[in-house]
């Protein structure tokens, strides 16, 4: 069965430390989706992909990176980590949808980051 | 600039007791609205697309609404299987994908 994965479920980093997050789907969707979840704030988008190659920039998205060399995979890098970035993550993706479908996202398990 | 609105922010309900719970939008032409479900340390989980008012849904004792202006999620004869965070998110027709999510409702079922 097609699926969305994610890895490490759970990190703890250091203040100032780089961080990959994984993300892998086997949908063959186009679209990826990264977004952040907080206590009272519910999901805010960070990057997002339409492709390979192309990547966008959400409403949250200062600090974090991504890029897409290929249809399964999106990681989110966090260039310098920070306190503020603690928070549970979570991959999506989507179909391109047509005219008359709407882009249904499918959502990973998440990975809960803790920034010390 | 595309809002949604969940209310209430927690309930909690006895077995076999109906409620609804209510998402409010203001968005710039929906293209569709969704519900989902998410557990304690789980992903959402996709439940339903509404598309236009006056259109519902349902699954088991779940019934998705839409009007113009809100959505309502009921919940009837609740089990306690129920308990989780709904969330709601509408994409506007000029979103190109892009999901715009309410904070969810907490809703918790006791026997």
């Known amino acids: 069965d097609a699926e969305i994965t994610q890895s490490p479920r759970h990190k703890i980093t250091e203040t100032g430390r780089q961080v990959t997050l994984a993300c892998h789907q086997t949908w063959n969707h186009n679209n990826m989706f990264w977004y952040r979840q907080d206590l009272g704030h519910g999901l805010r988008l960070i990057h997002y992909?339409?492709?390979?190659?192309?990547?966008n920039k959400g409403e949250v998205s200062d600090g974090y990176s991504v890029s897409r060399s290929n249809t399964e995979d999106l990681p989110l890098t966090l260039e310098s980590a920070a306190s503020s970035q603690t928070s549970v993550y979570f991959c999506?993706?989507?179909?391109?949808?047509?005219?008359?479908?709407?882009?249904?996202?499918?959502f990973g398990p998440g990975t809960r980051l803790t920034v010390l | 600039e595309d809002q949604v609105t969940q209310s209430p922010e927690a309930l909690r309900l006895q077995e076999g007791e109906s409620s609804s719970l209510n998402c409010s939008y203001t968005?710039?032409?929906?293209?569709?609205l969704f519900w989902y479900r998410q557990d304690p340390g789980k992903g959402p989980e996709f439940l339903f697309t509404l598309y236009s008012a006056g259109e519902e849904k349902e699954k088991e004792r779940l019934k998705a609404t839409l009007t113009k202006k809100e959505s309502f999620l009921h919940i009837t004869a609740p089990k306690p299987e129920d308990s989780a965070t709904y969330l709601c998110a509408v994409q506007a027709s000029d979103s190109w994908g892009k999901f715009q999510f309410g904070a969810g409702t907490q809703v918790v079922v006791t026997p």
């Open positions: 999506a993706s989507s179909e391109i949808a047509g005219v008359t479908s709407t882009d249904t996202q499918y």
């Open positions: 992909s339409y492709g390979v190659h192309d990547t």
């Open positions: 968005v710039s032409g929906l293209r569709g």
